[in-house]
């Protein structure tokens, strides 16, 4: 795991020195080199950062962009033109796994067989993909089209099972679909995702992930901004909303006050003793285990660990848990009107 091919350093850091990072000779020398103008573009990465270390991450995705991978070169760029060790880039480039340390094909397809997407096919539809391919998970096929590997959750598992192609989306997959899809990349077609941008391949994409446009001209970067963002199965919760005439609470509810207002026994622990219930006077803080539960309360910065806070007051007069009453109801229904998100249950009592 270390950054270097046998790189002391690296494996002291991460302690993990056991994948082989080390290109074969021919691939390394046919890697395009990093050029004046790259330098130029990490320079003006590191121009938008107040640290020159904080330009890191776009810093990695822009010498993939050029090298295919994160090769032993670009990460020395990196190390050199931010001041930092290769042990320190390394620790970075070997954590992410959007870093590749070994060449990629032209594409990088991404099977999801997390839970959701798993229970649905995904796990099936990784296997036939990688015997078509030959390989298997973070291995590039040998025509050097399509690099493979198991993705964790995908952020949409309202469309699984979903595979991404250069972290673009195509929705719902099934076996045969994703094994046509991947036959047509093989073919050096561009499929369309189901939404987003139009596909281009992986190195495009990591220089749009380094801060710059992948294309050629500005009005094929305005159509790819434009693209289809959004398809029904997102909309369903929208919808079910507005027929039940549901609404989110206010942006602001919840949000914390700045602690000196606290301090003082300001407007907020006014708010929040008013919102669990309690009495305007104070008249809760009779002993010091209830003063100190009363403090917990108030000082509380989120919705969350203010209900943790009031369940275990004194005076909540439940165990800690779901209460009795809320047993019955199961699912995701909204709370009944007045009582938000994060709310405990003898805050709902109360009410
Ligand atoms: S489990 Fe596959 S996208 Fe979430």
Redesign the pocket.
């Known amino acids: 795991m270390s950054a270097l091919p046998g790189s002391y350093e690296g494996t002291a850091v991460t302690g993990l020195d056991s994948s082989p990072v080390e290109a074969a000779p021919e691939v390394l020398a046919a890697l395009p080199p990093l050029t004046a103008q790259t330098e130029a573009e990490a320079r003006e990465i590191i121009a938008r950062y107040p640290e020159p270390r904080s330009a890191l991450l776009p810093m990695l995705h822009l010498v993939q962009s050029v090298q295919g991978y994160v090769a032993p070169e670009g990460l020395a760029f990196c190390a050199t033109m931010l001041g930092l060790t290769n042990a320190e880039v390394g620790a970075v480039a070997t954590f992410y796994t959007m870093y590749k340390r070994h060449p990629t094909g032209r594409h990088l397809v991404s099977v999801?067989t997390?839970?959701?997407?798993?229970v649905l096919g995904?796990q099936r539809i990784y296997e036939a993909v990688s015997a078509d391919l030959g390989v298997g998970h973070d291995q590039t096929a040998a025509d050097g089209s399509v690099t493979l590997e198991h993705a964790e959750?995908?952020?949409?598992?309202d469309?699984?099972?979903?595979v991404t192609v250069d972290y673009e989306f195509y929705d719902q997959q099934d076996v045969e679909s994703a094994r046509a899809l991947v036959t047509a990349l093989r073919r050096g077609e561009r499929p369309a995702p189901t939404r987003g941008a139009p596909l281009t391949d992986f190195r495009g994409i990591s220089r749009q992930l380094a801060g710059f446009s992948q294309h050629a001209d500005a009005a094929t970067e305005r159509a790819a901004v434009d693209g289809p963002g959004v398809g029904e199965p997102t909309l369903i919760g929208v919808r079910l909303a507005a027929e039940r005439g549901e609404t989110a609470p206010p942006m602001d509810e919840g949000l914390p006050s700045p602690r000196p207002s606290q301090a003082q026994g300001g407007p907020r622990k006014e708010a929040v003793s008013q919102a669990q219930g309690g009495p305007r006077d104070g008249a809760t803080g009779q002993t010091p285990t209830k003063r100190a539960a009363d403090t917990a309360v108030a000082s509380a910065d989120t919705p969350a660990e203010r209900a943790g806070a009031a369940q275990h007051h004194p005076d909540s007069g439940e165990p800690a848990g779901r209460a009795p009453a809320e047993r019955g109801r199961e699912g995701t229904d909204t709370p009944p009107t007045g009582t938000g998100a994060g709310q405990n249950n003898s805050v709902e009592r109360e009410v």
């Open positions: 999801c997390n839970t959701l997407c798993a995904g959750c995908l952020a949409a598992c469309y699984a099972p979903v």
